[in-house]
């Protein structure tokens, strides 16, 4: 898997040398920010002396529990560079009773995901459909990226028993990062409309790292105003 990396690291710097024949970008900066909703869900089991504490939420449990969500990607190219920033913030809290009653559980779990990858456009170019010279003309894009995804779980439990005094606070997190790479396909349809594909993966179990993790996301893109999609 290392190998993989390697060589794929090593093709994006030959690309280099084949976007030199291809024409530059119409135009040196682009900048876009999106925001969105992530469907989650959360399924985890926590061991504790008083016994074993099973954690299951779909989406709906989540949105109704929902206590803060904040989600966003920064898409940004300068020349032929591109970075592509994904961060996603999520705590979800939760009181129910537990071992068959006996006692209460105050659950907050938090989940953070920033997600960095860079690359080099290897292809901008008017697609075979489109009229070169009208402005806006449909494009076909080709990315090759690396970077790195960075993850945070924490669950803090507070744990008690009605009219007796007795309880147990638990407050556990683990954190690491995975090195990805991978690619982006944008297809440009008409002027306003685009698809494009973005797919990573990494981990290849590196210094406590995911020892495999992987990402595609495809997206339909309409921009009816130039400022706005």
């Not at 060589?7 to 030199?20: I, K, N």
């Not at 291809?22 to 900066?29: C, Y």
């Not at 070169?132 to 003309?137: D, E, I, T, V």
């Not at 002027?191 to 210094?207: L, M």
Request: glycine share 10%; aromatic share 10%; hydrophobic share 45%.
């Amino acid at each position: 898997s290392l190998a993989a990396a390697l060589a794929m690291l090593v093709a994006c710097v030959g690309s280099a040398g084949l976007a030199a024949a291809e024409p530059p970008p119409p135009r040196d900066w682009e900048v876009n920010l999106f925001t969105y909703v992530w469907a989650a869900g959360i399924e985890s089991e926590i061991e504790t002396r008083a016994g074993d504490i099973e954690v299951e939420q779909d989406f709906s449990d989540i949105l109704k529990d929902l206590e803060l969500g904040a989600m966003g990607i920064l898409d940004a190219r300068w020349r032929r560079f591109v970075l592509v920033f994904d961060g996603v913030y999520t705590k979800v809290g939760d009181e129910s009773d537990v071992l068959g009653g006996f006692a209460r559980a105050d659950v907050d779990f938090t989940q953070i995901i920033l997600d960095t990858k860079l690359g080099f456009r290897v292809l901008d170019r008017v697609a075979p459909w489109g009229d070169a010279s009208a402005p806006g003309a449909p494009r076909l894009r080709f990315d090759l990226l690396a970077g790195a995804r960075y993850w945070y779980n924490g669950a803090d439990v507070a744990l008690n028993v009605p009219g007796t005094g007795l309880g147990r606070h638990v407050d556990e997190s683990r954190d690491w990062a995975d090195a990805i790479v991978g690619a982006r396909v944008g297809v440009g349809i008409t002027r306003t409309v685009n698809v494009s594909v973005i797919g990573d993966v990494g981990g290849f179990d590196i210094a406590n790292s995911s020892e495999l993790t992987w990402m595609v996301m495809p997206s339909l893109n309409w921009r009816p105003w130039d400022l706005v999609s």
